[in-house]
């Protein structure tokens, strides 16, 4: 029986664009407070369960330091940790899981798990990764953007590489955000075909790397083989080897324009350490972005479950 009424965050389609941008303004005022020492704890004695079944810098960090800023407590469980991991049936653990922490967060690879999960949980569970989306990413990276060049609405930002998660979670973006996504990736690479139909003309697929680039306000790129795919690296290195992002390609964008990779980066493959150096990064600013962006998250499903008056 499915038990759960409360709100989650499985993709970026489960906010109103309304709703994202709050959260997105939210975002960038928790970090102002945070750096002016303007401390608060919503989240006091609140738990966070954490299960990861895919490994993880940035997403371990930023969660568990956000919910330690926020007052509460980080419960990590691995694979290894869990029954989970032993088999027991996922909507079991949810049941069980969420009537003991306030809310949870999942890195996994397939999605229909964190969906079925969310479906029997009685508490706010949160997509940290899987092998579809990553929308936990796309509040950093669109918080980034707003800091440094204000709305992202009616910009051209441009995907290189795989039609893989952060492909589909920028394209979730384009449409809930109003701007045009150019996808460079090569043949056999596409995204899933259904999400292209569903975002319509928000993204357009161009094979060539430079033309996809032209005029572009951001460029944004990931590893050619992601976690899973290692042993598809050297068949990747041949497909992905003209879509490299170096500064001949960035120099196709606008002279302004951002550069902005989710990290961890294999610099002289998906992009040059020039570029990832180079006055255009932002990387690092959109990978602490990741703290600032979930903690108004978390914030936001606290409100809507109750937790915070």
Not at 9 to 23: K, N, Q
Not at 41 to 57: C, G, N, V, Y
Not at 123 to 143: E, G, K, S
Request: charged share 25%.
């Amino acid at each position: 029986m499915i038990m759960s009424q409360v709100r989650h965050f499985l993709t970026l389609m489960d906010f109103s664009p309304a709703e994202l941008t709050v959260l997105i303004d939210r975002a960038i005022q928790m970090k102002q407070e945070w750096k002016s020492g303007n401390l608060t704890q919503p989240l006091k004695q609140r738990t966070l369960a954490m299960i990861f079944e895919k490994s993880s810098t940035r997403t371990r960090v930023s969660f568990e330091t956000g919910i330690t800023q926020l007052g509460g407590h980080g419960l990590f469980l691995s694979s290894r940790d869990t029954q989970l991991g032993r088999g027991e049936p996922v909507e079991d653990s949810a049941r069980v899981i969420s009537r003991m922490v306030d809310m949870v967060m999942i890195r996994t690879f397939d999605h229909a798990m964190v969906k079925e999960f969310a479906e029997n949980s009685k508490v706010p569970v949160i997509n940290a990764l899987t092998d579809d989306y990553h929308p936990c990413q796309l509040l950093a990276d669109v918080m980034t953007y707003v800091e440094y060049r204000g709305s992202i609405a009616g910009k051209t930002v441009t995907w290189v590489g795989d039609g893989n998660n952060m492909c589909h979670s920028w394209m979730n973006a384009a449409r809930q955000f109003g701007f045009k996504l150019n996808i460079a990736c090569p043949e056999g690479y596409d995204p899933s075909p259904e999400l292209m139909a569903e975002v319509g003309d928000h993204a357009e697929i161009i094979r060539d790397v430079k033309e996809a680039c032209t005029d572009s306000d951001l460029v944004s790129t990931d590893v050619w083989a992601s976690m899973g795919q290692e042993e598809e690296q050297a068949l990747r290195m041949a497909a992905f080897k003209d879509y490299q992002v170096n500064a001949e390609v960035m120099s196709c964008a606008k002279s302004d324009a951002l550069f902005m990779h989710c990290l961890p980066a294999h610099r002289e493959e998906e992009v040059t350490t020039e570029v990832l150096e180079g006055p255009q990064s932002v990387v690092w600013d959109e990978a602490e972005n990741r703290l600032h962006a979930q903690k108004a998250l978390m914030e936001t499903l606290a409100v809507n479950a109750g937790l915070i008056n």
